[in-house]
């Protein structure tokens, strides 16, 4: 199952309506999330692992209920923040990717093969034992983005995942999340060229989803929208 459905949503912060009454389902595997700064789509986003808890109406992620079950969601769904250092916590590159493993009662061999087989998948074996500070921004999002993985998640919530990034290491980013990841992904980003390569995409404005469906069309209602 990997439905996302969110019912008459409603978060507000002090002084502000941050999402407003929003009822959306979604089943695709790459999903979308544009607007203008400030439109909602970080909280949106936040709302789908229990980052933030909505003021009032409900959240389902692949069946998990997001308030009454936030710790059950957060290990089903992976975030990626814009800033991969935010999310580097340990000295070494193997030593932060089996920082996520803790407390599952795995083996120090089950760690080391799993942490092996995760570098692996996103490229990043010959760089198991450098200082993590050491590499390149895109080389720090590989292992973000592998750090998330290993827990197994069945959704990635991404926010912004290349905002940090040059126009090579934004591909790479890319071509991972959009191709080759096996997971279901929502991503929040205001690169359209990226959003494009979605199967649908939700825009949204002053809080409100006000457009959603083929990436296409949505983003060139976007485009036009902000040209007036
Ligand atoms: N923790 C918070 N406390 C107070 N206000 C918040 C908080 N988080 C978000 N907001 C406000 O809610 C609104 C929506 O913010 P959000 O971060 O969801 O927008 P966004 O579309 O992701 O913007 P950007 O493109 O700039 O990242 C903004 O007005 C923001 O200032």
Redesign the pocket.
Known sequence: MREIELTAVTVE??G?V?LRDLSVRLDQQRIAVI??????????ARTLNGLVTPTSGEVRVHGVDAVRHARQLRRRVGFVFSNPDTQIIMPTVAEDVAFSLRGRGLSRAEIRERVADALARVGLTEYAEAPAHTLSGGQKQLLALCAVLIGEPSLVVAD?PTAYLDAANSRRIARFLLDEMPQQLVL?T?DLRLAARCEVALR?ED?RLVDHGDPGPVIARYERDQDQ
Not at 35 to 44: I, L, M
């Open positions: 912060f002090p502000r941050a607007g203008a700064n400030g439109s909602g789509k970080s909280t949106f912004e929040a205001h949204f809080g």
